[in-house]
Nanobody
Framework: QLQLVESGGGLVQPGGSLRLSCAAS????????IGWFRQAPGKEREGVSC????????DFSDSMKGRFTISRDIAKNTVYLQMNSLKPEDTAIYYC????????????????WGQGTQVTVSS
């Protein structure tokens, strides 16, 4: 059974850093693209970044480019999102999601989703 489990969220002060993890089970990362998405209260879910063997990495938002970095550890079957210089507007539930082979900016094209992890940026 394909499963994604996020972890690493929490409360951090503005300017701080967090590293989120997305542990995959039931499939291998080589065959799937993993994307990070977030949803703030009252807002639509938006794409953050994506990585896959076939399409490399892609950043979905200029507001996060240069601050957020996606990476993966094939041996651990885990994808990470390193978030630096966090701002209050980064407060959201962060989700990872999987789809076959290639990254996509379209949220509806992701077939499998984790339960999300809360990130709160506040002083």
């Amino acid at each position: 059974q394909l499963q994604l489990v996020e972890s690493g969220g929490g409360l951090v002060q503005p300017g701080g850093s967090l590293r989120l993890s997305c542990a995959a089970s039931g499939f291998t990362l080589d065959d799937y693209a993993i994307g990070w998405f977030r949803q703030a209260p009252g807002k639509e879910r938006e794409g953050v970044s994506c990585t896959s063997t076939r399409s490399g990495t892609a950043d979905f938002s200029d507001s996060m480019k240069g601050r957020f970095t996606i990476s993966r550890d094939i041996a651990k079957n885990t994808v990470y999102l390193q978030m630096n210089s966090l701002k209050p507007e980064d407060t959201a539930i962060y989700y990872c999601a999987a789809r076959g082979y290639y990254c996509s900016t379209r949220i509806t094209q992701y077939d499998y989703w984790g339960q999300g992890t809360q990130v709160t940026v506040s002083s």
